[in-house]
């Protein structure tokens, strides 16, 4: 109440506040998966290209997937298509099979692989909560045709395009901190490299998230030659905006997919008469297997899942397939799997700690077992800095997740994912906070409501280990105000400057433990 306001004789009472605004600290742990998913409707409405969060792999499956018939049957949500292609020799290159003497190399149809389905499956097995999902499409046509042996799995259907936009809706979103493209693998090396660099600058604009990138044959590396993989993924990254992004290797075999999810009506593109000369060969025949592919293409009414328990049953050729089809199946990205540990590590110690030396739930085997020094070429890089973190498998302990740096490996700033994360939470913290002093009068009660706020939020955030230094004022200092932060000049032009400074944790990448032999004593 104002003076000027009182003009009738009594008492007043007039209330004070005696603290500054309080400090919420943002949110640090949503991804945002841009991709292409079953479908993108709900209750007639479409959301493609419209960025959606979502809670839980539910409200995923109710949005993004095909609803259940009207019998209760669920619809696959993902089939991919697969091959068996005789070779004369034993191939060098990719996966295979032996029936009756024969290598079979298992080769997919590029057009049906697609990845951000699991991708979010294996976000939410590993602690993830909240995303933002950004459909840029549905599955695409496939090509009724093998994929050539040794090449690299390109999806036509998955466009740089398309890919792009989804990126650019983010614009519109503060709340993701993490930008993940798992099918970004699928495109051609040049468009792979053209998306990268755009994650990456849109990162550095927004500052308010980071990028998590794969790595284009980390699906089936080579156990010599890989190292040319990660020679071309650093080409491929540029020279901007690199702490923002972080990169992890190789692809991890999971168990995301079921036996019951993969049948015959993903070989061959369903057409089970390729598979009778397989599993029915005149130099070794299989009457049961035979009958029942038969039966099969007569329309028999007992269903697909009858029909595959019973080949599974008659033949252990069939068998041995589905199972090495499962696997390439379950051959996932890395990126997914990572942003759900993050979210757990965050939820459960906090941004600065280091999403590293964690196991994966859901990972059941790596396509290369990385030695030490291996992965010291793929750690520290003196020419481009671009460390890549390796996911290793350890006797033991299992699979986990074995480094914790940004692609900027040569900054002595931003080396450490757990840096630039905690750095993006404090200055998007400080960011809405100062927001509610915008436009108040610029001066001193101004200035010091600012820096008492943020104070009062860099101590918590010490309290929790976050910041480090034996006591607060050794861990930030923040000013601001006339002679300090500010001239006469910026007042006048309405500018309010803030310094903050903080001593950010890093992680213990190395530790050294030193021994020496000493003489015994009597």
Known sequence: MGLSTIKTPGVYINEVNAFSNSVVQVATAIPAFIGYTPQASYNGQSYLNKPFKITSFVDFQEIFCYPASTSGVSPKQYSPQYYLVAQKTQPRQGDYIVINNTYYSILPDANTIYYLYNSIQFFFNNGGAEAYIV??????????????????????????????????????????????????????????????????????????????????????????????????????????????????????????????????????????????????????PNAAAAAILQNILAGNKAGTLANNNALLTASRDYANIMQQVLNLVNMLPASGAIAGVITTVDSTRGVWE???????????????????????????????????????????????????????????????????????????????????????????????????????????????????????????SVACGLGATMTADDILNGFMNVTVKVAVAHPAEFIVITFQQAMATS
């Open 354 to 476: 280091a999403p590293a030396n964690i196991s994966i739930a859901g990972a059941a085997s790596l396509p290369i077992k990385l030695s030490d020094d291996e992965q010291a070429g793929l750690n520290i890089d003196a020419a481009s800095g671009k460390s890549i973190n390796a996911i290793r498998f350890f006797n033991g302990m299992g699979i986990l997740i074995w480094g914790a740096r940004t692609l900027d490996g040569n900054s002595q700033d931003w080396r450490y994912l757990s840096v630039r994360r905690t750095m993006i939470m404090i200055e998007q913290t400080c960011k809405l906070t100062a927001q509610a002093y915008v436009f108040q009068p610029n001066d001193k009660n101004t200035w010091m409501a600012v820096q008492a706020s943020i104070s009062n939020f860099l101590t918590n955030l010490w309290k929790q280990g976050g910041l480090q230094g034996a006591s607060a004022a050794d861990a930030f």
């Open 135 to 284: 459909s840029v499409g549905t599955y695409g046509p496939s090509s009724n045709t093998p994929l050539k042996t040794g090449a690299q799995i390109v999806n036509p259907n998955v466009t740089l395009t398309d890919l792009q936009h989804g990126l650019t809706l983010l614009k519109n979103e503060q709340e993701p901190t993490m930008y993940i493209c798992p099918e970004a693998t699928l495109l051609s090396p040049a468009d792979n490299a053209l998306l990268m660099q755009s994650m990456l600058a849109q990162c550095g604009q927004m500052q308010t998230a980071i990028s998590i990138f794969d790595i284009v044959g980390g699906n089936d590396p080579d156990p010599l030659l890989f190292m040319n993989d990660i020679v071309t993924f650093r080409q491929n990254t540029g020279s901007i905006a690199l702490n923002y992004g972080a990169a992890y290797y190789p692809f991890i075999g999971t168990n995301i997919m079921q036996p019951q999810d993969i049948d015959f009506t993903n070989l061959f593109g369903g057409d089970v008469k390729q598979l009778a000369p397989i599993l029915n060969p005149p130099s070794n």
